[in-house]
């Protein structure tokens, strides 16, 4: 099962001078798709990290297809890879207006008591909101 | 009295469709100026946070005079326009390697007390280190 | 009169340490706004570039009056300042969701023919576009 | 054998509301690293991308291993990890100025002919300056 986002626009300030979306700002469209994600679960990954829980990304990994330009429309698919346990194991698909894959992605993130810096588990309303997914 | 900052060469990322360095980026050039000043008063701007006052900018300006590419060499001249009180009212020249002028800006920056979110004023340390400036 | 965007919400990534907004993404937002607003009037700004006529940013201002946070809602104003000759003058006003002002600001931008790298007139079908506008 | 950066700094605008240095900018550290190798070599991208041939990232890995902070100072070590034919494979380590291993990661870039939008080989010139190290 696959959450898929709303259209997402390629800004201007996304642009380098080869015209492409520069390959950086994949990863930000990976934690946008991820963080839509959350929200539509009625996640509030913004209170999560006001009770002490952080969500660092451990591993990113792009593999580039195709490039997005300036005012190109790309919808993310997030998948769940795996249960999550102490980590949460995403992979993504961007395509473009035209159905093409521009890019895939996998990401990790490890949950981290921001207090102590210690890794933790998943939160229970989290794990709960998750669990059609894997 | 003037703080002129070491060359900052235009990074790829920093670039846009049109070959410039995006307008955005200038506001963070001037940022890098100014704090390369302090550290260079052994001001430290993250021991000022860590002691909770924070410096958030209150307006800014950039007059734009001619384009910067990718791998040019930018030095900022930064200037203090007033004595700092409750605020710190900076203003920038950019230059280019070939002696161009890029673009300048103002800045007004204010103190404030990071937990009651209220203005302060300008630290005592601080205003002793820029005090010949103004 | 004036054109209101569509809500545009703030990203993880565009927070900085204090847990703003970063400052300079500012101008990236007022940016997504003008071009949003030719959008609407069927201006393609993509294909105009494509026709040789670019629109760089001569000056910008930003008056920041609350912070926003990641997660925000900002709707932005963008109104027309002067009739359109050689270069375009906007006024921007930035609310959140909780209808606080944000920040208001200014963009000159000066319309170049980009072969040539010299200044030209607003292109016949924008300045027709705008006509209701000023 | 290994090319190693001069020490860039972290920017205040590279951090996030976690106080860390936001994860994708890793990407453009890399990218700088290795820019400024070429330089080294006394190859201009800049030149080579005059020349038509474009180097556009093809995929990217990141292993995030301890976060960085503002004001921190990073070294980057880069490698050649292929003999360059079509592509040029690169690894990546990051350190701080504690010597603490931020994190590790890997680029391959493809060779573009600009106007054909096809895959060429590695410019001579660039082949052989990269010589002694694969």
């Known amino acids: 099962m696959t959450y898929i986002t709303k259209p997402i626009r390629v800004r201007y300030s996304d642009t380098d001078q080869m015209g492409y979306m520069h390959h950086s700002n994949y990863l930000r469209f990976f934690e946008i798709a991820r963080l839509e994600w959350m929200a539509s679960l009625e996640i509030s990954y913004k209170q999560m990290e006001k009770n002490g829980i952080w969500l660092p990304v451990v591993s990113a990994e792009v593999y580039y297809k195709t490039p997005s330009y300036f005012d190109d429309e790309l919808t993310i698919k997030v998948k769940l890879e795996e249960r999550p346990m102490a980590s949460l194991h995403f992979s993504y698909e961007i395509h473009n207006q035209h159905q093409k894959l521009v890019c895939t992605g996998l990401t990790k993130l490890a949950f981290l008591d921001a ?10 309303n989290l794990f709960e909101a998750l669990k059609p997914y894997f």
């Open 115 to 124: 207090k102590l810096q210690r890794p933790v588990r998943c939160p229970k």
